[in-house]
Structure formats: C-alpha cells, structure tokens
C-alpha cells in the first residue's frame, strides 16, 4: 500500500474488488459526535467493535474519547495495544483466559481503568475468582423484556448491586444498558427511566451509567440530562456511517448535523451472461449483507443477490471490465472483511491506510 501512497485507486496499482475509507468523512463522523457528546455533557466511549482499528481508534481518542468500548476481552487485548488507557467491555465476561490477561493488566498498569457489565451472582462470582489486586470494577446490566443480555427487573439487578458490594474481587461502579433494539423513541424514554431508577439505587460516589448504540442518542442526550451519574455513550456504527441501514435510522434523521458514509467498494463487471444482467466481481466475502444489500452509487443499478465471490446485479449497459461503486449497509460487519483498507482523499487518492485487527 505505501507503493501507492499519493496514486489514485484508478492508476493500476490496487486489485479490485477493494474497499475504501474517505478521509473526509470520517473525520467529519469523529467530530460530530465528539461534539454531540461534548455539547449534552456525555462522556464518550465509542465502541471499537465496529472497526478494530488503531488509526480510527487514535482518531477518537485524539477527539476526546473517555476511552473505547469492546465487545471482548480479545478485543480488550487489542485496544489496549492501540494505547487505549480506558477500557469498557460491554458485555458479562466469563472467560478464564481473558480475565487473567485484564487482571495481570491491572496489576501490571495503575494508571489502566477497565470496566465491565455483571448480570447475575454467578457472574460477579466468576468475576471474583478471577480478580487479581485490583478488583473488577462492574456495571450492573439492566436489560429489558425480549431484549440482549441484563437483568430483567430493578429486584433481580439490586441483588445483583447487593452481591457486588459485599465481594472482595469487585467493586461497583454503577449500572449500565442497551436501548438499540427497541422500536421506538417512547419505550427508550420508559427503559431510560428504568435506567435511571437504577442508579438510585446504587450507593457510590459519582456512578456511571452507560448506554448506547447508534440509533437513540438523541434521546439519550435528552433524557438524561443532569442525570447524577456520570452517562458513557457507546454508539460505534457512526465513525463510518453507511447507505443503508444507518442511514436510515441514524439520530441526525431528527436533529441537526449529518453523519457521512465513509466506506465504499470498487469491483469490476465479470459477466454480462444475459441481457440487463450482470455479474460483479464483490460477494459475502468483500461487502457486509446482514442488515440488506450493497447500495450501488450507479443509476440503473440493482442488486439481486450476493453469492461468497460474486453479486448479481440488473442494469442495462455494463460491460465486462466496467468498474461500479457501492455503499454499503451495516458497518459492523464491513471493516472485519478487510485487514487493510486505503484511505482516499476526494479525488480517490491513496493519503494513508487504515488496518484493522480481527
């Protein structure tokens, strides 16, 4: 990739099928939610799951970032050789391997702050085990009926809050929740209550209460404005944005500012094997297909389907050779197809590279 550094993708020196990042976007993407935060006084802990990538990663840091959040203590693992001082992983974490990697971590680092979610006695009792000199500081998870992980009344979470007060190996920092699946802005109103309610509940100083996905920050700055807590927002799809998924439901749909997609793919036609049919050289393996198809920037263009190595498309005119561009919906499942991806300027020209660890 340094070979090409200053070329355009267009000058011969980079196979396609290949995904690109915009420069511009996604500097603009990390500065709008870096003031987004800034602006309802949240603290920000975009999650890395989305990218896994130290050159993103140093970009949200660089903005003002909390820290970074992970799906993962692998992931954890990763950050933390990005230079992330501050680690959330965003889930209950069993793992034996893993937590004496983030307790060895801890004993080996003072100035390292990790924190993770807790759901149950039995989890804060794994937790406990595996803890080192340092206890695992944990959020207590509420969760919310036919939703993820965490507990699913205030009751079941006050044990839970109970249990993690009286266990050497831990030490509650506060409550924690996911409001991305819900259907709409009242029931993330009413689980927000819920959310806050908790926090009531839970006897330390300055606790955090962290949320977040992509699609409800607005309400989250609405609504828990002047919380006592200290509010950690998690949302991580936003840094590349999309033409899909996202782009549909994304908060600035409602406010003001804009996120902006940032990744695009370049394949060439292969076949034209019947009339108004074609066969592109991009497939599972290239684009992300779970939450709807490659979005085609070419007018007349329509995706039919994906196969592992090829997308089949109706449009009348293309020719084997011809090169086309597509968005892409969902960036979770984008970045971890590509462990290197060229970074561009407006005029498709190669200003740096973005790597990801998978």
Same mark, same amino acid.
């Given at each position: ?6 070329q355009?993708?267009?000058?011969g020196?980079?196979?396609f099928?290949?995904?690109v ?12 939610m ?18 896994l ?42 793992d ?85 699946g ?6 993330? @109103?009413?689980?927000?209550?819920? #959310?806050?309610?908790?926090?009531? &509940?839970?006897? *330390? =100083?300055?606790?955090? $209460?962290?949320? +977040? ?82 979005i085609?920037? @070419?007018?007349?263009?329509?995706? #039919?389907?994906?196969?592992?190595? &090829?997308?089949? *498309? =109706?449009?009348e005119? $293309?020719?084997p +050779? ?37």
């Open positions: 990739m340094p070979a090409i550094l200053g355009s993708i267009f000058d020196g980079i196979a099928p290949v995904m990042a915009h420069r511009d976007a996604l500097e603009h993407n990390v500065a709008t870096a003031a987004f935060a800034r602006d309802h006084g949240l603290e920000f802990a975009p999650h890395a799951k989305t990218h990538s130290p050159e993103i990663a140093a970009m949200q840091l660089a903005a003002g970032a909390w820290g970074l959040t992970v799906a993962t203590l692998r992931q954890a693992e990763t950050v933390r050789g990005f230079g992330a001082r501050r680690v959330l992983v965003a889930n209950q974490v069993v034996p391997a893993g937590l004496a990697w983030a307790a060895a971590e801890l004993e080996r680092d003072p100035d390292f702050e990790f924190l993770c979610f807790a759901d149950s006695v039995a989890g804060l009792d794994i937790l406990a085990r595996h803890a080192g000199a340092r206890p695992f500081r944990v959020l207590a998870e509420l969760g919310h009926a036919g939703g993820r992980a965490g507990c699913r009344t205030l009751e079941e979470l006050l044990e839970v809050v109970a249990h993690a007060q009286a266990t050497p190996g831990v030490e509650l920092a506060g409550v924690a929740g996911y409001e991305g819900l259907k709409d802005a009242a029931q993330v @109103r009413t689980y927000l209550f819920a #959310l806050q309610d908790a926090v009531e &509940h839970v006897r *330390v =100083r300055t606790p955090v $209460l962290s949320v +977040g996905g992509s699609q409800w920050f607005d309400v989250i700055g609405r609504e828990l404005a002047g919380s006592r807590a200290r509010v950690l927002l998690r949302s991580g799809a936003y840094v590349s944005h999309d033409d899909g998924f996202y782009r549909e439901r994304t908060p600035f749909n409602r406010i003001d500012g804009e996120l902006r997609p940032a990744l695009e793919v370049w394949a060439h036609v292969l076949s034209t094997p019947e009339p108004g049919l074609a066969i592109v050289g991009m497939g599972k393996r290239d684009a992300p297909y779970d939450e709807g198809l490659p085609p920037r @070419r007018d007349g263009v329509t995706v #039919l389907k994906m196969q592992d190595q &090829h997308t089949v *498309v =109706r449009a005119g $293309l020719r +050779g011809d090169l086309l561009a597509f968005g892409i919906s969902h960036p979770c499942t984008a970045f971890d197809k590509w462990r290197v991806l060229p970074l561009v300027d407006q005029d498709y020209r190669v200003v740096g590279t973005i790597h990801t660890y998978f």
